[in-house]
C-alpha cells in the first residue's frame, strides 16, 4: 500500500485528502498538521501534529517512520521554504516546486522579469520594479498611469501584499508608504498598470514539459455582496458545466494555456530545473486579451474544492505521474460535466478581524450526490460529537459545494446546504447567481467591444 503524506490542514488540504481517497490504488494517507481538521479526520486520514509546517525534521521523521512514498504540500508557505529541495535531499517524491521555483508565488518581481526576459511580455501590463525607499521614478510611474496602479509587495503577506487604485488608494502618499514598506521588509516592490476586465483562475498541473489544465473557475475575493468590501483569502468559486466560465472564449482560454506552457519552460531556462507541480494563474480578460495578474505555485483554495471534487481522473497517478516527468502518459484531465457553485461559511469579522470561538451545528448528512462539505478552520468541541457541531478556530470555517446541470441550480443546492447549518457565520449569497453571472457577461462584451 502507497503511504502518502499531506502537508496542511485546511479545506484545501481536505479536499486534497479526499481526492487522494477515490484513487483506486487504495492508498494511506497521513496529514502534517498544525491543528487537527474534523473533516480530515473523518476520512479516516492518519493525522501527525507539529509545531510548524516548515518543521521539515518533523516531516523528516514521519517519511522514516512510514516508509513513506511521496509529498504532496498544500500551502505556500512550505514550498517557499523549500520543502521540495528537502524532499529531494532526503530521496522522496514531492508533488511541488524546488524554492527557486516557487519563487513564481514569492516574488513578484521575479515573475514579472522572468517573463519580459523570456518573451511573455505579451501577457504582462506595464510594469515598475523599485529597490530604493526615495526611488523617484515611482512617482513618475503613478502619474503615467494616472494613479491607475497596483501596488504589490514582493513577498508573501498572506493575501494582503497587493494594493489596488480605487479600492486601498486614491492618493500617491498612501500607495508609496506600501511600498516604502515593502522595500523595507523584502528588498523590493512592485508597480503595475492596473487591468480593466474579468479575472479568473486556470490551475494546471505541470512537469516542465507537459501541461495539462484544470477546469476553469472564478473566485470570489471581496468580502461583501456586489464585490464591495475588503479582500479575503476567497469568499467562493464558481464553474459552469462546460468546465469554463460564461464570459470566456476558447481563445481566452488558449491564450491562458500558452503563457502557463511558455512561463513553465522560462523557469526552467531560468532556475535551471524542470518546474513539477501546480500552474496556478490568475489571469484577467481584457480588450486587449488575457493577461497574467499573477501565479501561484499550489492549489487555490477555495479553488481546489470545485475542482478537485468533480475530478474523475485518478489524482495520485495524475501526482506521480508528474514527479516521474511522464504526465503526457495521462492525457486530458476528466471532469465531471456539472457546474459547480462553492461558498464559505466565515467567522464574524471575517476577513479584518475574525471571531473565533463560535458553534457551527452541523446537518445529518454533509456530502450527497449534488453536494459536498470541506471543513477549514474549525476544530472539535471537546463535549460534542464532531458530526453535530464543530468551534470556528479561522476565518473561513466550512465550505459548500453545490453541482447542478447549470451555474443556477448548482447555487440554489449550495444555498439550500447552507440553510441547514446554523450558528453565528457570514457568507456571500450573491456568489452563482444568475444577476451576477449575467453581470460579468456584460462587462465582457462592453470590453470586447
Known amino acids: 500500500m502507497k503511504k502518502i503524506i499531506v502537508i496542511g490542514n485546511g479545506g484545501r488540504e481536505h479536499a486534497i485528502c479526499d481526492a487522494l481517497l477515490k484513487s483506486p490504488q487504495n492508498p494511506e494517507i497521513w496529514n502534517l498538521a498544525t491543528a487537527v481538521n474534523p473533516g480530515i479526520e473523518n476520512l479516516g486520514v492518519k493525522i501527525e501534529l507539529t509545531d510548524s509546517l516548515e518543521n521539515f525534521e518533523t516531516l523528516k521523521n514521519l517519511v522514516e517512520k512510514i516508509h513513506a512514498d511521496l509529498v504532496i504540500p498544500g500551502p505556500e508557505a512550505p514550498l517557499a521554504a523549500g520543502v521540495a529541495d528537502f524532499c529531494r535531499e532526503i530521496g522522496i517524491p514531492c508533488f511541488g516546486p524546488t524554492r527557486k521555483n516557487a519563487q513564481l508565488e514569492s516574488s513578484k518581481s521575479w515573475t514579472r522579469d522572468l517573463l519580459k526576459n523570456n518573451g511573455i511580455a505579451d501577457a504582462c501590463p506595464d510594469f515598475l520594479v523599485s529597490m530604493e525607499k526615495d526611488d523617484p521614478t515611482r512617482a513618475k510611474f503613478f502619474k503615467k498611469w494616472n494613479g491607475q496602479v497596483v501596488v504589490k509587495a514582493d513577498g508573501l503577506l498572506g493575501g494582503k501584499g497587493v494594493l489596488v487604485a480605487g479600492d486601498h488608494f486614491t492618493d500617491f502618499e498612501t500607495a508609496d508608504d506600501f511600498a516604502k514598506k515593502s522595500i523595507e521588509k523584502f528588498g523590493r516592490v512592485v508597480l503595475e498598470e492596473k487591468l480593466i476586465g474579468v479575472e479568473f483562475s486556470l490551475i494546471s498541473i505541470v512537469d516542465g514539459e507537459s501541461v495539462l489544465d484544470c477546469r476553469v473557475c472564478q473566485d470570489h475575493k471581496r468580502v461583501g455582496e456586489n464585490a464591495v468590501g475588503p479582500q479575503t483569502g476567497g469568499m467562493g468559486v464558481i464553474s459552469d458545466e462546460n468546465l469554463s466560465l460564461p464570459f470566456l472564449t476558447k481563445s481566452d482560454l488558449e491564450k491562458a494555456h500558452n503563457i502557463t506552457v511558455r512561463a513553465m519552460h522560462a523557469v526552467a531556462k531560468e532556475a535551471g530545473d524542470k518546474f513539477v507541480g501546480l500552474l496556478y494563474g490568475?489571469?484577467?480578460?481584457?480588450?486587449?486579451?488575457?493577461?497574467?495578474?499573477?501565479?501561484?505555485?499550489?492549489?487555490?483554495?477555495?479553488?481546489?474544492?470545485?475542482?478537485?471534487?468533480?475530478?474523475?481522473?485518478?489524482?495520485?497517478?495524475?501526482?506521480?505521474?508528474?514527479?516521474?516527468?511522464?504526465?503526457?502518459?495521462?492525457?486530458?484531465?476528466?471532469?465531471?460535466?456539472?457546474?459547480?457553485?462553492?461558498?464559505?461559511?466565515?467567522?464574524?469579522?471575517?476577513?479584518?478581524?475574525?471571531?473565533?470561538?463560535?458553534?457551527?451545528?452541523?446537518?445529518?448528512?454533509?456530502?450527497?450526490?449534488?453536494?459536498?462539505?470541506?471543513?477549514?478552520?474549525?476544530?472539535?468541541?471537546?463535549?460534542?460529537?464532531?458530526?453535530?457541531?464543530?468551534?470556528?478556530?479561522?476565518?473561513?470555517?466550512?465550505?459548500?459545494?453545490?453541482?447542478?446541470?447549470?451555474?443556477?441550480?448548482?447555487?440554489?443546492?449550495?444555498?439550500?446546504?447552507?440553510?441547514?447549518?446554523?450558528?453565528?457565520?457570514?457568507?456571500?449569497?450573491?456568489?452563482?447567481?444568475s444577476k451576477l453571472t449575467a453581470k460579468r457577461v456584460e462587462t465582457m462584451q462592453k470590453i470586447r467591444h
Open 282 to 433: 490568475g489571469f484577467i480578460a481584457t480588450k486587449n486579451g488575457v493577461q497574467l495578474i499573477e501565479y501561484n505555485v499550489r492549489w487555490g483554495d477555495p479553488e481546489a474544492l470545485n475542482i478537485l471534487c468533480t475530478l474523475e481522473s485518478d489524482f495520485l497517478e495524475i501526482c506521480e505521474s508528474a514527479c516521474a516527468g511522464n504526465l503526457e502518459k495521462i492525457g486530458k484531465l476528466k471532469f465531471t460535466s456539472v457546474a459547480t457553485v462553492q461558498k464559505y461559511l466565515c467567522a464574524p469579522g471575517y476577513p479584518d478581524d475574525p471571531e473565533k470561538g463560535g458553534t457551527i451545528e452541523l446537518p445529518a448528512i454533509l456530502d450527497g450526490e449534488n453536494f459536498r462539505t470541506f471543513f477549514a478552520g474549525v476544530e472539535k468541541i471537546s463535549e460534542k460529537n464532531p458530526s453535530e457541531a464543530v468551534k470556528i478556530s479561522g476565518g473561513r470555517a466550512i465550505g459548500i459545494v453545490g453541482f447542478g446541470e447549470n451555474l443556477e441550480r448548482a447555487n440554489e443546492i449550495c444555498e439550500q446546504k447552507i440553510a441547514e447549518f446554523s450558528g453565528n457565520f457570514h457568507h456571500r449569497a450573491d456568489i452563482g447567481t
